[in-house]
């Protein structure tokens, strides 16, 4: 490409350009003007792009006498930062130009993905205008407020702005532009009216101070303030089903691979991961429920879960827990000792306390096995976090009080010390530990919980020390953790009553930090580990020992403890790859090196 670049607006230089790369507003019959009069100047072997974002490839080339070199290059906004550019293919467009797009994108620093065929949307649109239009039905049927929905897209699925939130930044006009265009090309959907409504009434977000936010002026962007708790009553897998059954059909059509699909929903949407890929965390067989049930609440056909979907569910490729989805994973494996379950699915270990029938009473044999599952799991470089739970109705009622017959003093100074011990090997491991609380989590129980790093719990879940009730004290670190986790006074009222509390209490004193319905428990806890197991190892376990020994020192002194961990991670091979893929604009691949 000798001369270079030439630029739509100056509407000169065509005749020595190699590459000509048009970018003027979204109109097909302007575009079409353009390129016949650029066809007509531009060298023969000149290739003609189009940045379109939804406009057909191939009804531009239509304006030309070479639809061969003619091609998509749509680059996302702002192109200075974005590093996405799809490449797309018009149905007569040459492997050569494709090849040179590629090649011209990738000398300009950005990432190429190449769309195999002129679809109405191509691949980015298509998926985020499912997420969109469907978030703004999902208000418009009365299933949760704006507020709820943008807060359940921000916290459960991680993306970086909720559906409202993001229209009124792109623009709704704008959105509503291109939902009009991929309609009329055939784009099954029904447009929700909100969208429109807010167009004609001159609402179209931050550029106008109003849109379904309100702002403080015109072109002002503050973020609508949203918690978690909002977003709890949101299923969030309704909200992102949509888009991953549009994924589904763009990979069994052949548009672009798996790893393309997930790739442009990365750089081109700023997900943490593509929709294939959560919807292997979620599991399919999870997605076709939610789009089934959308479809009988509406009738609408763009909710048809897609043969590939279902031949997934049928074939068990229900993605991580099957060991199969979109992506392959490490088969899980899973044994069952005496009173625990232990399954393996790299790089998530669970452990189940299962003695379901005692409702998980701990005793010695379940206190010997669950310290020595730790330390194997300790030693394993395929696991990096560690999810533990009940089986049954509960987490764990506490200690079995059948063992206490008859147990001397000596004797029980014996057991509450190896309790002790075994918790300390939870709270110390050098992995994060989740403790999934599913139900009763009970004297010893709730001790073995506060052990954990971090605690989830089931709505249903009550929380409480009753030993006080049987004339004894708590034993397994309940008199030390809780105080901490709490405040002394509020630790002291739960341990002198015996009283058990529900979920919602225990959150907000501070015992848990998350609760979820019952039936979204182990989808949380696997979630969070997943996105756990994205970190740098190391770097987990500096802060964790730097919180941990912080904690039972004065301030200088764990501040010492910080700076003498932060200072040691420098030597890491996580931290060069850490600072490298941040320049480059790339998910870090971090190895615990």
Not at 109 to 134: H, M, S, Y
Not at 467 to 492: C, D, F, V, Y
Request: proline share 6%.
């Amino acid at each position: 490409m000798g001369h270079g670049i030439a630029e739509v607006a100056a509407m000169a230089g065509y005749e020595v350009a190699d590459f000509v790369i048009e970018a003027v507003p979204e109109n097909l019959d302007l575009k079409k003007e353009i390129f016949s009069k650029v066809d007509k100047i531009a060298p023969p072997h000149a290739i003609l792009a189009t940045n379109t974002s939804s406009l057909p490839i191939s009804e531009i080339a239509e304006a030309t006498e070479r639809p061969d070199k003619v091609v998509g290059m749509h680059f996302f906004n702002p192109p200075v930062v974005m590093p996405l550019v799809e490449v797309i293919r018009g149905s007569k467009t040459s492997d050569e130009t494709v090849n040179a797009t590629v090649d011209l994108a990738r000398r300009l620093g950005k990432t190429p993905i190449v769309v195999a065929r002129d679809v109405p949307g191509f691949i980015v649109n298509r998926i985020l205008v499912r997420v969109l239009n469907n978030a703004c039905w999902y208000v418009r049927r009365g299933k949760a407020s704006m507020e709820e929905v943008d807060a359940a897209a921000r916290f459960k699925l991680e993306l970086p702005m909720g559906p409202f939130e993001l229209m009124d930044f792109i623009g709704i006009d704008i959105m509503h532009s291109i939902i009009k265009a991929m309609w009329e090309r055939g784009f099954v959907i029904q447009p929700c009216p909100a969208i429109e409504e807010k167009v004609k009434a001159g609402e179209l977000g931050v550029k106008s101070g109003k849109g379904f936010y309100t702002y403080p002026a015109a072109g002002k962007f503050v973020r609508p303030q949203l918690t978690r708790e909002m977003g709890e009553k949101v299923d969030a897998v309704e909200l992102i089903a949509p888009a991953v059954n549009e994924a589904a059909w763009l990979l069994r059509e052949g548009i672009a691979g798996r790893e393309d699909i997930d790739r442009a929903c990365e750089l081109g949407l700023n997900y943490p991961r593509g929709v294939l890929r959560m919807a292997d965390e979620i599991g399919i067989d999870r997605i076709v429920e939610a789009l089934t049930r959308l479809k009988e609440e509406t009738g609408s056909n763009e909710y048809e879960p897609d043969p590939l979907l279902k031949q997934m569910v049928q074939e068990g490729k229900l993605g991580v827990k099957a060991g199969a989805g979109f992506y392959e994973y490490p088969k899980a494996e899973e044994r069952k000792l005496s009173t625990l379950v232990v399954r393996i699915e790299p790089p998530i270990a669970w452990v189940y306390l299962n003695r379901p029938e005692r409702l998980n009473a701990v005793n010695v044999e379940m206190l010997n096995e669950l310290g020595s599952v730790l330390d194997e799991l300790e030693e394993r470089d395929d696991v990096r976090v560690l999810i533990v739970t009940g089986k049954g109705k509960a987490f764990s009622a506490g200690a079995d009080v059948t063992q206490f017959k008859g147990m001397t003093p000596i004797k029980a100074f014996r057991f509450s010390r190896k309790f002790q011990e075994v918790l300390n090997k939870i709270e110390y491991l050098t992995k994060p530990v989740i403790m999934a609380i599913n139900g009763y989590a009970l004297g010893g129980g709730i001790e073995i919980a506060m052990s954990g790093d971090i605690r989830i719990a089931a709505e249903s879940a009550r929380i409480g020390q009753p030993e006080i009730n049987l004339g004894i004290m708590p034993g397994a670190g309940g008199t030390q953790r809780m105080p901490r986790l709490t405040w002394p006074s509020r630790a002291k009222m739960l341990i002198y009553t015996g009283d058990a509390i529900p979920a919602s209490e225990a959150l907000k004193i501070g015992l848990v930090d998350l609760v979820v319905p019952d039936d979204k428990l182990e989808e949380e806890a696997r979630r969070l580990a997943l996105k756990l197991a994205e970190k740098p190892p190391i770097a987990l376990l500096a802060a964790k020992y730097a919180i941990q020994f912080g904690m039972q020192a004065d301030i200088r002194t764990g501040l010492s403890i910080e700076s003498a961990l932060f200072s040691i991670l420098f030597s890491t091979r996580d931290f060069e790859e850490g600072v490298s893929a941040f320049l480059e604009k790339r998910k870090p691949k971090f190895r615990g090196e």
